[in-house]
């Protein structure tokens, strides 16, 4: 009778931790579909946009942003300006203005997004607008750098098709005193400048 009462004791010892390896391989399942998931919806994404389907890339990123447990910031903001892309503009900017209060360290590159979807569909005013107020927001983070540098550029576009060049100028060369990289920075400078 000790004997089997031992040998039960045992038995659900070893039960147990069989049922938490299965619980936690099973969750480690779970987390390497959701990955799975996760990674084939970002290149359907990729595969949507390249033929100019913005709503479905939207979906797809939906799809990958919740499967990654919607904590990728990154994967929300392009859903949102393929959203815009795709003619749900209201609706992707919306997405994205909240999307600055959810995730305040971002506001740069999410303000650039929006300022891009208006310049996008041709409301320069409202793209020159939101461009204006990123420049005001001091950060010295590399990649708010780099989406001042881009802003920069768009600036100086503007700029330049109001043939104001020497504002241009100005602007592509403070773009590549944040991003020295900047390749269309320094090209726009450089076709401006006559140095081809």
């Not at 998931?37 to 979906?59: D, P, T, V, W």
């Not at 995730?103 to 999410?110: F, T």
Request: charged share 30%; with cysteine.
């Amino acid at each position: 009778m000790v004997k089997s009462k031992k040998l039960w004791v045992c038995f659900k010892k070893v039960w147990r931790l069989i049922t938490q390896w299965l619980m936690f391989t099973g969750q480690i399942l779970i987390v390497l579909l959701d990955l799975k998931k996760s990674f084939f919806n970002r290149q359907m994404a990729y595969i949507y946009s390249e033929m100019n389907e913005h709503l479905s890339a939207a979906s797809s990123l939906l799809s990958a942003y919740k499967a990654e447990g919607e904590r990728n910031v990154d994967t929300f903001i392009t859903h949102c300006v393929y959203l815009a892309r795709g003619g749900e503009i209201e609706d992707g900017i919306a997405k994205l203005r909240d999307t600055i209060d959810k995730w305040p360290e971002r506001r740069i590159r999410i303000s650039y997004e929006i300022g891009t979807v208006y310049r996008d569909i041709g409301s320069k005013d409202k793209a020159k607008d939101i461009y204006n107020e990123i420049l005001e927001v001091q950060s010295e983070s590399n990649e708010d750098k780099a989406y001042l540098a881009k802003t920069l550029v768009n600036l100086g576009v503007f700029f330049y098709e109001n043939r104001d060049i020497p504002s241009a100028i100005q602007h592509f060369e403070t773009a590549l005193k944040h991003d020295p990289g900047h390749e269309h920075a320094r090209k726009n400078l450089q076709a401006l400048r006559g140095n081809k």
